[in-house]
């Protein structure tokens, strides 16, 4: 198929129209500024509701409905890379990102993705603020968090990770400890119980099934080191908790 003719009309159309795009300095600096964790920035670009803006928004779709979508897509995908680029890890910048596009693809209207669009630039931008905040970590620990995050759902040991960097357990150890400020098996700990909060909150899965997936031995031994953790059991905190937080930011 040829579309030299087709492209060189719709040029011609656009011109005619005058349809000016926005500043691309404008977009960059909203990127920069999530990835920068600059929280107040960040709300105060949603509060304006730019995001919905038709002044000098590319048409993708005709449908005005399809065309945001489109939109949403384009930017989750530059934030997600300007932040990863900025030190979020990978695995959890693209889990982010596939979460907000598949949240976005149950939207009905333009107002519930413009909403949702403003919790996930200020959710992307929380993960930054807190990176930002925190010490520059060595590029060894760095990747070390990478693997963890991408391998939360199996026994992680820190002989297979220092393998995998090509470090003596010894010394990654104290690495870790020195830069996280707390030990290799502690980070891992607190991780899990934080996905397991997650889970209990946001799905319906099991306690057994929270168990498999998160690498602990027993069902047993998760309930008895979740409560440890959180102060009540699994069951009580789903009760507690679920859902909450979602609803929340819906309305």
Request: some cysteine; overall charge negative.
């Amino acid at each position: 198929m040829d579309l030299t003719k087709k492209w060189h009309r719709s040029e011609f159309v656009s011109h005619e129209m005058l349809e000016v795009h926005r500043g691309i300095e404008c977009e960059l600096d909203f990127y920069s500024a999530i990835a920068n964790g600059e929280i107040e920035l960040v709300q105060e670009n949603c509060n304006e509701q730019a995001f919905t803006n038709p002044e000098g928004m590319g048409v993708l779709s005709t449908d005005a409905l399809r065309n945001i979508r489109y939109h949403y897509v384009v930017t989750v995908a530059l934030i997600t890379r300007f932040c990863v680029h900025e030190g979020l890890e990978q695995e959890k910048a693209y889990n982010l990102s596939d979460f907000y596009i598949l949240e976005m693809d149950k939207c009905k209207t333009i107002e519930q993705i413009s909403k949702l669009h403003d919790v996930m630039c200020l959710d992307f931008c929380k993960h930054m603020h807190e990176i930002k905040n925190s010490q520059v970590l060595s590029k060894q620990v760095v990747l070390c968090l990478d693997y963890i995050y991408s391998h939360t759902h199996y026994r992680i040991t820190i002989r297979e990770v220092a393998e995998y960097l090509r470090l003596s357990e010894s010394y990654l150890s104290r690495l870790f400890k020195k830069e996280m400020g707390i030990s290799f098996s502690q980070y891992i700990l607190n991780l899990k119980i934080d996905k397991a909060k997650n889970l209990l909150r946001f799905s319906e899965y099991s306690i057994g099934e929270i168990t498999y997936y998160l690498g602990f031995s027993n069902e047993s031994h998760f309930i008895q080191t979740f409560q440890k953790r959180v102060g009540e059991t699994p069951n009580r905190y789903r009760r507690r908790c679920f859902r909450t937080e979602w609803e929340l930011k819906q309305n």
